[in-house]
Every structure is written in C-alpha cells, then in structure tokens.
C-alpha cells in the first residue's frame, strides 16, 4: 500500500481503537484471571477521625475461601512505607505519611485498615464483615477555615497545624509587573468576591484495579492508570522493588479525568500481598470504594480582589485562595493551586499581581489533579469577576473584556504572571462565537423580558479564556520543585513488510492516541494510516515515558514522534542514496519516496526497509537499522484559547436552570483530527457544566460523605446536556513542529464559569451577583429570594 497524496493530518478520521472500546472486545484490568489468583477486599473505616483501640481478623482468617488477611502490622512492622508525594511546593511543606493501611489512627472516612486475600472476590468481602475493630473516635475539622483557626481539631497532632504550606506569587517582587497594593490603593474602582469551587467526584466508567503476578522472572502489575511509568518509578522508590524487576502494564482504561493520575494505596498495598503470598492478586474497587477513597477534585475557597479605572482598564488584581488536601497529601496534590496561580490573569492585561495559596489539612479523602487542574479554578474566578466589574461599571461584559485582553499583534505576549504566551487572536474567536450566537439578538431578547417582568428570566454568559497546557518544559516545572520532568519519547520501528510501530510514552485512557499519531506518522513517513500500530502503556516495550495528564500528550509526545520519524527518514536517506546509485546530497524525501532530484528515479521508504533487514548491500560502514527514536523537551507550555456563550433560561418562581444554546469557538492551534476534537471539547463541556449545574462531593458533620452512590452524586446525562454548537479557529503554536496546543482540558475550563455567568445575569437585576456552586434549584430559588428556605 502507498499513502495517498492528500495529508491525513486534518482529516476526520474514525478512531482505530473504539470498535474494542464501545464493544467492550478488550483487555480492561479487572477482565484479567491468572491461573491460582486471589483477589483482594479493603475493609475501610466509618469514621472520619478514630484512634484504633484494637484489630481482632481471627473469625476472618476462618471464614470460608479466605487465604490471608492482613493488617498494617503485617504488611509494613516498622511502619515506613508511604504513598509518595512528588511536589512539594515550598521547603518546609508539613507531609504526613500516608500509610499503605491505618495503623494507629484513621484521618478520613473510607481510610483502609485491613485487607481480605481469598479465593473469590465475594469471599473477600464477605470476610470483611468478620472482623472487629475498636475505634476512639476523635473531634473532625472539615471546613478549611475552620482548620486554621486556634485550637481548632488537628488532622495530624504531630504537624502541630492544619496547614500544608503557603505559596505566594508576587509581580512586583518577580519583576513581572508592579506592586498590586499600590495599584488597588490607587483605583478608582475595587471589587472583592469570594468564590466556592466545590468537591468534585472524578466518576470514571471504569472503576480502579490493579492486578500483580509475583511468580515470574519481573513482578509484572496491571493497573487502570494514566501513569504507567510513573508508577513504576515511584513504586521501586517506595517499596524498595528493583526497577528493572518491575514492568507495569496499562491496559485499556476507561477514563480517568484525573482520577488514575495518582498512585494508590492499594497498588503498593496489592504488591506487598503477591510478595508475601507468592500468587497472583487482584484488587478491583467498588464504585462505592471509588466515590468515598479515590482522590476528589477541586474544594478550594477564593477570595479574589480586582481594581481597575471608571472606563474599565484593569489595574491589579489579588487572589487569596484556600485549597482543602484532605487528610493526605495527593502525589501532585499541592502544585496543583500552583497550576492556576499563573492563569488567575487569564487573557487580560494586568500590571500588577499578588497570588497566596494557603494549602489546608481536614479529615476527608485526599484532593488531586482533576480535569484542568488548577485552570478550570482560575478561569472561573476571573471570568466572574469581569463580569462583576462589568456590572459594577454598568458596562457591556464583552467590551470590558475586550478592553483589556491582549490583541493578536502583542503576540508573543509576557504576563504578569511571567509565562510568554506564544500566539493567539481573541478577536477572531470571540467574533466568531458571537455571530453564531446572536448575541445582539439575545441581549434585546433579555431587555423584553425584563420590562414584562416575565417569569422565565433569560442571561447571558461569556467565557473568553486561555490554559496553558502541555505540560511542559522540565527547567520550569524544576523551578516549582516538581517532582520529575516534563519531557516525552517516542521510538519508531520499520517493519521489513512495510509496516511501522510506534511506540509513544504517553498513556492512553479514551483519548484517541492510536488515531491521531498513525494520522501523524502518515504524514511524516508517507506510510498509510492503515499500516502504523500505536503501542502503548507497557514499560517492557515502552520504557521511557512521562505519561498522560495536562493536555500534554499531542503537544509533548506527538512532537516526539515528529522526531523520531524524521530521525528515520534521516537513517534511510544514505540506503536510499545507495539503491538509487547517487550522493545523498541529491536525494530529496517527500510522500513517503526518496527520489533523485531532477530524475523520475525513487525507492519507496518500505523499499528501503526491506533492504535494511535484508542487509545483502548496504553501504560500507552501515549500522542494520533505520529504527529511531526521540524525546522532546518544550520550551514553552502551549495556550488553548477560546469564547464560550451560554443563554439560560431562569424560572424566578422555580430556581430551575435550562441552558437554551450553547456556542463555543476554540482555538487549539493545528488540528490532527477534527472528530476527535469535537469529541474532546464535547467531553469538557459536560464536564464544565456539571459542576455548574449538579456535581458536589458533600459530608455531613461527622465526616461521613453522604453523596456516595450516583443516586445522590448527580452526573449528567446526555439528556441533561444541551445541544453544543462548536467552531475553531486556528493560531498555529510557534513551540512545536506540528503548531498544535491541546484540546483535552478546554472545554471544562471555559464552560464553567459561562454557566454560571448565564445564571447570574439572568436574575442581577433582582439583587443577585453571585450563586455557590453548583447552581441547584434550590439554590437559585433562595438567591431570589433573599435567602428564604
């Protein structure tokens, strides 16, 4: 087979991996049985704050298919195993280890204490129900602010405090930009909000599993992660297993959001049960484990301050923000405030800016990375307040955005924040969005039915953002004393039938890496799409690689594989030159042949394959291999922007929300594959909307969550979801060969505060500026209304 002269980057091409993933024809974790394998049950506690008194597993040991049941005591005696954190943020961070199971006290409802090995998964669980424990129970501090108060219940006695660490960000002493005291001194405007970014649930389809084999010549583990070779690394680190003894294998996984970004308790936890037994285990969550243990997202409390002039012009801006832990810390848990600190000034011309992140210890399940990371919390809250200094100017909230935001000439652009945004154009894109919306339109619409006093109130709501994403250049993650780098690998193997492999660093969890890096080694090969196999998520065959999270994967990983395929074609070119009789320097490569420049005379590069591993006559002196491989280091993250509009529609007498149309214009930068785009922007829509709308992770004052099944953690479906209407734009990155910037987290970013911004809008005129998340009914109603219940 030849390529086809038409290129496939661009092309919508139906993804190669989704007929074994909506199928189900594939290899998840938990469909794993090895022969003699146990599996294994976590019996967690009740209560949220409890010294343990006492542990009796003797009837468990007797019940019927049990093998094993351990405590703490027997899979760490000196207890100094603990689940790694990999950025702390300052010197003098306070990081509690966190056990693999609670010995002496539990710090958060759902806390593992011992773990059933037996023959059958019911086995184990039912085993669970035998064993007794004795608790003391302690006071809970769960309210953040609450925590930092004087005397208040500490988490952890032996920190002396409830506070993780303080991080401050300041312009005027980075030499980013001025004193933001002086500037907000100076102000003829000033504006404080405080604003809730509630507890999310990362409601992955596929809950978390691992499953370890001990009997061969590696300890092999399977695990639904994004972090593969993460894992590993911190695995050999933490349990002290030779990394070289160890592969981890990624299977198929059923999303993550996240959610498998961590490394678990239960993965160190399921290794030292094979170890001690000598057979094969698996440990597969229940989706009630997963709401109650696995990481929550967001939980942050901001206070944030702008000032600015009568016409609009912003002049400073201040973030005071508190971000709830959890009992533990996260392995990227306390950078990711960090992540935000340098996007609170958005697309926005700030000169002057002051960011202090207090992190915050309670008795609740850990927080970490979740879609957007530290963004989507950003964009919220300066996309809120440019519409509250809209309505505190009595000004259009687009033209004060517009006021401010960098214009397309000013590319590339330092912020206040000190990140050099590479290229961008806000006007197109928010052009664009407002014509297919008819804002105009709209706005009239909204004034009629303010002067009818109609009940069903309409509001606007407008998102104008930017990420930055693709994470990203080591030195700066270095710089945040980030626990590893920011680089990726890829390797390519030329196959002597024509065929290539590729093999990418990156971890696939629903995101479409098969598709769009065959389409991109197409186009660098001149191979067909049909003829390239993407293999990932193994560290046997793919050892090198920094995995999936922060839109990084096309940006880091597919420049990589650019690389790498350029290294091949490189190789080939004195074979090629051979062949075809002539000097190297008169051969030319282009869509997939290598040709004499000035004649009709070419060999294939699949010619050139088979002539390699044919080895009869290659030129003196030449290694037997045109395979290559590459890793890239960014010097630059990459910026996603877009416009999302949103119109709701606001029942006064109902408090219900019903979104009437939804635009959205984003700007990734190069398009690999439009389909998958509009599959990921779509995906980040939902996202974003469902924490405006239903999703919050609540506990009651005992600590207890009480949203722990999705009859009370409401997730959207997509009858809840309006009808998207997408467009893009393009403003190719100048930080990489292929100009692309990143889709996965955007659409979550942007439409969050689009939502809300709608809702509000829609009742401002009746005395409301600001609704907490998410915006119930409920909760709608009572701003109405004063407070009323």
Known sequence: MTATAEPEVGKARLRKEDARLITGRTRWTDNLTLPGMLHLAVLRSPMAHAKIVSIDVSAAREMPGVIAVFTAKDLDPAGEIGVPCAWPVTPDMKHPRRPILAADQVNFAGEGVAVVAARSAAEAEDALESIDIE????????????????????????????????????????????????????????????FRQQRLIPAFMEPRSTVVDPTGPQLTVWSSTQIPHILRVMTALTLGVQEHKLRVIAPDVGGGFGGKIAVLPEELMTILVAQKLGKPVKWTESRSDAMITAHHGRDQIQDITVSANRDGTVTGLKVELLADMGAYLGVVAPGVPLLGAFMYNAI??????????????????????????????????????????????????????????????????????????????????????????????????????????????????????????????????????????????????????????????????????????????????????????????????????????????????????????????????????????????????????????????????????LAVFAAHDLPDGFEASIDSDATFDPENFSYPHGTHLCAAEVDTETGRVAIRSYVCVDDVGKVVNPMIVDGQVHGGLAQGIAQA?????????SGTLTTGTFADYYIPSAADMPTF?????????????????????????????????????????????????????????????GGAR
């Open 135 to 194: 608790y003391d129970e302690l006071p809970v501090v769960l309210d953040m602010e609450a925590a930092l108060a004087e005397g208040a219940p500490l988490v952890h006695e032996d920190l002396g405090t409830n506070r993780n660490a303080l991080w401050i960000f300041d312009s005027g002493e980075a030499g980013t930009g001025g004193d933001v005291e002086q500037a907000i001194q100076g102000a003829e405007v000033t504006l404080t909000r405080r």
């Open 348 to 609: 926005y011309k700030f000169p002057a800016y002051r960011f202090v992140c207090t992190n915050v210890f309670t008795n609740k399940t850990i927080t970490d990375a979740y879609r957007g990371a530290g963004r989507p919390e950003a964009t919220f809250a300066i996309e809120r307040m440019m519409d509250e200094l809209a309505a505190e100017l009595g000004m259009d909230p687009m033209a004060v955005r517009e006021k401010n935001w960098i214009k397309h000439e000013e590319f590339p652009f330092t912020t206040v924040a000190g990140l050099t945004y590479d290229s961008g154009n806000y006007e197109a894109a928010t052009e664009r969005a407002m014509q297919l919306f008819d804002y105009e339109g709209l706005r009239r619409e909204q004034e009629a039915r303010r002067a009818s006093n109609d009940p069903v109130q309409l509001g606007i709501g407008i998102s104008t953002y930017t990420e930055m994403c693709g994470l990203a250049p080591s030195r700066v993650l270095g710089s945040l004393a980030y626990g590893a780098g920011g680089w990726e690998s890829a390797s390519i193997r030329m196959l002597p039938t024509g065929k290539v492999e590729v093999i990418t660093g990156s971890s696939a969890h629903g995101q479409g890496h098969e598709t769009a890096w065959s389409q991109i080694v197409s186009d660098q090969l001149g191979v067909p799409f049909e003829d390239i196999e993407v293999l990932h998520g193994d560290t046997q065959f793919s050892p090198k690689g920094m995995d999936t999270y922060g839109s990084r994967s096309l940006t880091v990983g597919g420049t990589a594989l650019v690389l790498a395929a350029q290294r091949v074609v490189d190789k080939a070119k004195p074979v090629a030159a051979h062949m075809l009789e002539c000097s190297v320097d008169d051969v030319e490569f282009t869509g997939g042949k290598f040709a004499v420049q000035g004649t009709d005379q070419s060999v294939s590069i699949q010619d050139v394959a």
């Open 693 to 701: 709308l239903y999703e919050e992770a609540v506990h009651d004052e």
């Open 725 to 785: 209407v997408t467009d893009r734009t393009e403003t190719p990155a100048t930080t990489n060969p292929l100009g692309v910037k990143g889709v996965g987290e955007a659409g979550t970013i942007a439409s969050t505060p689009a939502v809300v911004n709608a809702i509000v809008d829609a009742v401002r005129h009746m005395g409301v500026n600001d609704i907490e998340m998410p915006c119930s009914p409920m909760r709608v109603w009572q701003a109405i209304h």
